[in-house]
């Protein structure tokens, strides 16, 4: 039974930063690519960064790219997304996630999750 589990979110003021983790527990060895989405109130859930365990190939969403940053480790089976410059809008439950498949277009990347989610943690962004 794989378990994921975020810590890290909370309050930070426009501009601020906040690191959140996740941790992977209950899965099989080997590579693995993980991902973070996030939900708004009243929005769908949407893609914001993925990573290969490996760290060597990294996806970010248009609307955070420049500002997050995302890495993996396959050996603890963890991953971080470092935020930085936040804004009002970053606003959201950001979720991990197991598996998915990630993309880019150009410059434009997409995720699309796998079957496997942590409980989520809050990020608010306000003065």
């Known amino acids: 039974q794989v378990h994921l589990e975020e810590s890290g979110g909370g309050l930070v003021r426009p501009g601020g930063a906040l690191t959140l983790s996740c941790a992977v527990s209950?899965?099989?060895?080997?590579?693995?690519?993980m991902g973070w989405f996030r939900q708004a109130p009243g929005k769908e859930r949407e893609f914001v960064a993925g990573?290969?365990?490996?760290?060597?190939?990294?996806y970010y969403a248009p609307s955070v790219g420049g500002r997050f940053t995302v890495s993996g480790d396959a050996a603890t089976g963890t991953v971080v997304l470092q935020m930085n410059s936040l804004k009002p809008e970053d606003t959201a439950v950001y979720y991990c996630?197991?598996?998915?498949?990630?993309?880019?277009?150009?410059?434009?990347?997409?995720?699309?999750?796998?079957?496997?989610w942590g409980q989520g943690t809050q990020v608010t962004v306000s003065s």
């Open positions: 996630n197991l598996g998915g498949y990630y993309y880019c277009s150009g410059l434009t990347c997409n995720g699309s999750p796998g079957d496997s």
């Open positions: 209950g899965r099989t060895s080997g590579n693995f690519v």
């Open positions: 990573v290969t365990s490996t760290g060597g190939t990294t």
